[in-house]
């Protein structure tokens, strides 16, 4: 019987694989310095943009770390499981923050082209945020300490930041049929020999 057992378990182990899955997409921001604005998000699927685009640049996703009702049904939703952005000193995550912004996804590749988002802290009080526009003259991030907040309310045309977009939990090829009519027949010889050696003992 304890034979059967092992075996049983390593039938489970080798099956393990073919039950993965991916699982979330994570947006990596990378800002300009000052004010070194920087951080990621994480939603359960890679964004994509609804709607045509008053720039031409693909479609309209809205991503916020708290349920929102956008009211506009031409625009994407996509719940943020969780998120963190840094200044350096300071760090913003669901603990003391809330994230919210959009993007125009690009349908070919989706990469985000322009966007704007914040983060709010407790009273609905904004303490970062980027925004890019079409030309480069409204581009600008801002945050309380690494930049000043009052200075760069009228200090635009800074450099561009940039997203970067990796799947937290890659695809695990399954196996095909063959494989496992394979993986199972090996599995019933260890098992068969296993019982014989015990027979003979």
């Keep these: 019987m304890a034979a059967m057992k092992r075996v049983f378990i390593i039938l489970v182990l080798c099956l393990i694989?073919?039950?993965?899955?991916a699982d979330e997409i994570t947006y990596t921001y990378t800002g300009p310095a000052p004010?070194?604005?920087?951080?990621?998000?994480?939603v359960?699927?890679?964004?994509?943009?609804?709607?045509?685009?008053?720039?031409?640049?693909?479609?309209n996703a809205l991503f916020t770390s708290v349920p929102y009702d956008s009211g506009f049904n031409?625009?994407?939703?996509?719940?943020?499981s969780t998120f963190r952005f840094t200044d350096g000193p300071d760090v913003w995550t669901p603990a003391n923050a809330v994230l919210a912004g959009y993007a125009y996804v690009d349908p070919s590749d989706g990469s985000l082209g322009f966007w704007s988002f914040g983060i709010s802290v407790a009273g609905n009080n904004r303490v970062a945020y980027s925004q890019?526009?079409?030309?480069p003259f409204y581009y600008q991030d801002n945050t309380?300490?690494?930049?000043s907040w009052v200075a760069n309310e009228?200090?635009?045309n800074k450099p561009k930041g940039s997203w970067t977009m990796s799947d937290d939990d890659a695809p695990v090829a399954t196996p095909e049929p063959n494989t496992l009519i394979?993986?199972?027949?090996?599995?019933?010889?260890?098992?068969?020999t296993i019982i014989y050696r015990q027979f003979i003992q």
């Design 17 to 21: 694989p073919a039950l993965a899955k």
């Design 74 to 80: 031409h625009w994407n939703v996509f719940l943020a």
């Design 132 to 135: 890019t526009a079409i030309t």
């Design 35 to 42: 004010p070194d604005l920087s951080g990621s998000f994480t």
């Design 44 to 59: 359960a699927t890679p964004l994509t943009g609804a709607g045509g685009s008053t720039i031409g640049y693909g479609g």
């Design 182 to 192: 394979l993986l199972g027949a090996g599995i019933g010889a260890l098992a068969l």
């Design 144 to 147: 309380p300490v690494g930049d």
């Design 154 to 156: 009228s200090l635009w």
